[in-house]
């Protein structure tokens, strides 16, 4: 008898811990262009929290951290334009790390910088005009998914 579990569809977001809200929206401002799709304030032992928008996923910023800063654990972040990001995010304060396009922010998550056009990674047309965005796939990533749909 052949079992069935659930499938892995995509992220709806990723919560970083991070120390005071406005210090980390102050810091990924300096970096990434977002649109806050919101926030409140630390209430009744609930954490601040900041919700930065992507398309149809959002990167939610938790006050507080109180951890060491991270070491191979790591988040990607698919962007328009990787070499700016890494020029940005030194300005802004962060950690360059050895491993191409990687930093830490100032409170030690380890963030990978991926570039969009590279990754199978992809938002559908609605999603991309809505952000304000006109991106296309290297040959090599539409090569991926191609290959991808024919299995």
Same mark, same amino acid.
């Given at each position: ?17 991070v120390g #005071?809200?406005?210090?980390? %929206? ?8 977002? !649109? =806050?799709?919101?926030?409140?304030? /630390? @209430? ?27 070491? #191979?654990?790591?988040?990607? %972040? ?8 890494? !020029? =940005?995010?030194?300005?802004?304060? /962060? @950690? ?22 590279d990754v ?18 290297? !040959? ?8 991808k749909l024919?299995?």
């Amino acid at each position: 008898m052949a079992t069935t579990k659930p499938c892995l569809v995509g992220l709806n977001h990723v919560a970083l811990e991070v120390g #005071d809200i406005e210090d980390a %929206l102050r810091f990924y401002g300096a970096v990434f262009s977002f !649109e =806050l799709r919101g926030r409140h304030d /630390a @209430t009744d032992g609930l954490p601040a929290m900041a919700f930065l928008d992507m398309g149809d996923q959002f990167l939610a910023l938790i006050g507080g951290r109180d951890q060491p800063r991270d070491g #191979d654990r790591h988040l990607g %972040l698919v962007v328009d334009d990787r070499a700016y990001v890494m !020029e =940005l995010a030194e300005k802004a304060g /962060a @950690t360059i790390l050895d491993h191409p396009f990687n930093f830490r922010d100032p409170w030690g998550n380890h963030l990978e910088i991926v570039a969009y056009r590279d990754v199978q990674f992809t938002k559908v047309e609605e999603i991309l005009r809505g952000m304000g965005l006109d991106l296309r796939k290297s !040959e090599e990533a539409l090569k991926e998914l191609r290959d991808k749909l024919r299995r």
